[in-house]
Structure formats: C-alpha cells, structure tokens
C-alpha cells in the first residue's frame, strides 16, 4: 500500500515535469521576442526600396527642370540676338541652332525645332507674319499669316521676333515602370516675343 506522503511527491513530480515542458517554450518565446540582434538590418531591408524610389524620382524631376531652364534660356537668347540685328538671312538664323546647342551642355538635344518668325503689327494692332524660317528646312507660316501676341507686347506700328524652341526629353526607365505608363518621352516647349532694338523692322533677305 502507498503511503500518502509517497503518493504526494509523485504527483509534485508529475506536475514539475509538466511545467518543466511547458515552461521551455515560453522562455524561447521571450528570449525570442527580446532579441534584438539585426534589427537595424530589417529596418534597412524595409525602408532601403523606398528611400531609393525617392531618390530617383526626385533625380528624374530635378533632371527635368534643369532640362525645361535650358529649353527657356535657348528660346529667350535666340528671340534676343534677332531682334538686336535689322537685316537677317537664312545662314543667320541657322546659326542660332548652333547657339541654342551652346546653351544646352551638359544636356544632350534631341529632336531640336527651331522656329523664328518675324512679326509685323500695323497701326491697328494686326499682329502678321512678316518672313518666318525653321531648322527643318520649310517656312513654317505663310507671310500675312495672323499671329497671337501677348497683350501687353501688342502695340501699334512695332516689330517682334518670335522664337519658338522645343526639344525631346527622355524619362528614365524606372520613372515609366513604377506608373505603369508607356510614355518615356516628353516634348519641352518654349515661346518668347522680342521687341526690334534696331530700325523700324528686321528683315529676312532670302527667308
């Protein structure tokens, strides 16, 4: 027959062994949750995708306004050496291109039209194509053409320069790819109007 005292410390036993097995995950669950060994890894691993995706999106935009200055600078330079002559020629003007692709380094030109129009505006202030020249070769308005001018340049019996200035800027890939757009080309455009500073007019010899 057991005596109880025996039967007392078997089941104390029983039950230390149960809280021994127990007990075991419980500290490896702490022990686990306590680690803190390669936490900064994991937080780089999370935050490094998206500290990059802003780093390049914020490149590409900047890229893109140093682009979009350079279109401005070209368009505005071009208008402004025009209009400081009384007399121009075809030659002339292409030499503007040149001027343009000075301005541009250290970003490439892609695609390049050039427009110079001369404009005319009588004592009514109809603003009219006098001559017109492009880099492409053809005239790109018939002379007489009617031509919109800012209101605050429309004035009576004086002549304007026209240039007219775009260039391709091409998007890099990741840009494209994280939108899900196609586009990976825009077109910057610029447009400025130059008083005449010599003469009454400039004229084109051959345009």
């Given at each position: 027959?057991?005596?109880?005292?025996?039967?007392?410390?078997?089941?104390?036993?029983?039950?230390?062994?149960?809280?021994?097995?127990?007990?075991?995950?419980?500290?490896?669950?702490?022990?686990?949750?306590?680690?803190?060994?390669?936490?900064?890894?994991?937080?780089?691993?999370?935050?490094?995708?998206?500290l990059?995706?802003?780093?390049?999106?914020?490149?590409?935009?900047?890229?893109?306004?140093?682009?979009?200055?350079?279109?401005?600078?070209?368009?505005?330079?071009?208008?402004?050496l025009?209009?400081?002559?009384?007399?121009?020629?075809?030659?002339?003007?292409?030499?503007?291109?040149?001027?343009?692709?000075?301005?541009?380094?250290?970003?490439?030109?892609?695609?390049?039209?050039?427009?110079?129009?001369?404009?005319?505006?009588?004592?009514?202030?109809?603003?009219?194509?006098?001559?017109?020249?492009?880099?492409?070769?053809?005239?790109?308005?018939?002379?007489?053409?009617?031509?919109?001018v800012?209101?605050?340049?429309?004035?009576?019996?004086?002549?304007?320069?026209?240039?007219?200035?775009?260039?391709?800027?091409?998007?890099?890939?990741?840009?494209?790819?994280?939108?899900?757009?196609?586009?990976?080309?825009?077109?910057?455009?610029?447009?400025?109007?130059?008083?005449?500073?010599?003469?009454?007019?400039?004229?084109?010899?051959?345009?």
């Open positions: 027959m057991t005596r109880p005292d025996t039967f007392d410390r078997e089941k104390n036993v029983r039950r230390d062994g149960r809280t021994a097995v127990l007990a075991r995950p419980a500290a490896l669950l702490r022990r686990f949750l306590s680690e803190r060994d390669g936490v900064g890894a994991v937080e780089f691993a999370l935050l490094a995708p998206v990059i995706v802003l780093y390049l999106c914020a490149f590409e935009l900047m890229t893109g306004f140093s682009v979009s200055k350079k279109v401005t600078m070209a368009a505005s330079t071009v208008a402004d025009v209009s400081r002559t009384d007399k121009v020629s075809k030659a002339d003007l292409l030499g503007m291109v040149d001027v343009t692709n000075a301005v541009f380094p250290p970003y490439g030109v892609d695609n390049l039209s050039l427009n110079i129009t001369g404009v005319s505006i009588d004592s009514a202030k109809q603003a009219k194509v006098a001559w017109s020249w492009s880099n492409s070769g053809a005239a790109p308005y018939a002379v007489g053409a009617t031509v919109a800012p209101d605050d340049m429309l004035s009576e019996e004086t002549f304007l320069v026209r240039s007219e200035l775009s260039v391709d800027h091409e998007l890099l890939m990741y840009l494209p790819a994280l939108s899900g757009s196609a586009i990976k080309e825009i077109t910057i455009r610029r447009e400025f109007f130059f008083r005449q500073r010599i003469n009454t007019d400039i004229s084109c010899t051959d345009c």
